[in-house]
């Protein structure tokens, strides 16, 4: 794959993660286990040396991975995907200051170019690209529309006994990509002050990168029980974080680990696991348990309601806060569609700070 100037070292790719049950066993002993998905069993937390978290403002390196995937020629087929893809290229380009020469575009009307195909190994391969030598005040941006999914969770630590996928080209042969690789591929790696801004416009979406939190439309935290790190040390988990004292959130993420893992501890663990020091904002289009519209737009043209109503929304008014930005989507949403979009972060973040990117 051509990319850029930051481009990867030679790619090996993953195995295929979670088939469907009618082709797994098949596969697994076909295809052989390369392990390239990167592990982080230790919290990053404690992987970085104690410091303050800095708000990336944005004005480093921008990047940007777009992939549309209207699954041409199957049974699978969608009509508005790579449309969004032409559609948000403008606008990050109008909107934030992104170089198409610091993009890497994926959908499968690219026949002639294979690279740029959004199969299984090209979409690892991308999202690694995507954040590779990140840096403080780096702005990555990654824009998915295409099918999403959903297969058992085999760790036991989703609390929904799911985990949530996305759908490469190549899914029936090749298999889903799911939460856990997303996560461990693109917000785990990031360093404080470096941002990655992820719309993922396909169904059963509020966690694909699994993210640890999320929040309501008033900007607030969901089920502020099973948000607790650590019983009594929440609010002083939280407002360390909020302050930048990693060492002072350190204490109150770690107080309470060998507790019974109930619903609540499986959320404990998975912010414990799947936090982020940098900046990472997600908007998706949907709850884990919905559907997302493939619609058509005012001239016609099809399109994803998500990514149709955040564009909508920021060329009426190009400064707003996030939890002003998903208010405005949703309502732009609601007349027509029962899809309620959501918003999620890899670190504990004000929603009610200006949108940049």
């Known amino acids: 794959m051509d990319f850029p100037e930051w481009h990867q070292p030679a790619y090996t790719s993953p195995p295929p993660q979670q088939q469907y049950q009618q082709q797994q066993q098949q596969q697994q002993q076909q295809q052989p286990s390369h392990g390239s998905i990167p592990q982080y069993n230790i919290p990053q937390e404690l992987q970085q040396q104690a410091g303050k978290v800095q708000l990336s403002n944005c004005a480093g390196r921008k990047r940007a991975l777009l992939i549309g995937i209207n699954y041409i020629g199957t049974k699978y087929k969608l009509r508005g995907c790579i449309n969004d893809v032409h559609n948000i290229k403008k606008f990050i380009m109008e909107h934030f200051g992104y170089k198409e020469s610091d993009m890497v575009i994926l959908t499968d009307d690219q026949t002639n170019n294979p690279s740029r195909m959004p199969t299984h190994q090209n979409i690892i391969k991308a999202m690694k690209w995507l954040v590779s030598d990140a840096k403080m005040n780096d702005s990555f941006f990654f824009h998915y529309s295409g099918h999403g999914s959903t297969v058992p969770c085999k760790s036991g630590e989703e609390l929904d006994g799911n985990d949530e996928t996305i759908c490469p080209v190549d899914f029936v042969k090749n298999g889903q990509i799911i939460d856990d690789d997303m996560n461990a591929i693109m917000v785990r790696p990031l360093p404080p002050g470096a941002r990655l801004t992820a719309i993922y416009d396909c169904c059963h979406s509020a966690s694909a990168l699994d993210l640890p939190f999320m929040y309501n439309h008033m900007g607030k935290l969901k089920n502020e029980k099973a948000i607790t790190y650590a019983g009594k040390g929440l609010k002083a988990a939280g407002e360390s974080y909020l302050k930048g004292d990693i060492a002072g959130a350190l204490k109150g993420l770690t107080s309470s680990i060998d507790v019974m893992m109930t619903g609540d501890q499986k959320l404990e663990r998975a912010r414990r696991n799947k936090s982020s020091l940098g900046d990472v904002i997600m908007f998706s289009g949907c709850k884990d348990d919905q559907t997302s519209a493939d619609a058509k737009a005012e001239d016609l043209s099809f ?11 920021m060329n009426a008014k190009p400064r707003q806060t996030y939890v002003e930005l998903l208010q405005d989507i949703r309502r732009r949403l609601a007349t027509k569609y029962t899809q ?18």
């Open 303 to 313: 399109t994803g309601a998500l990514s149709h109503a955040l564009i909508s929304s």
């Open 340 to 357: 309620l979009p959501q918003l999620s972060t890899g670190r504990l973040m004000d929603m009610n700070t200006v949108f940049i990117m």
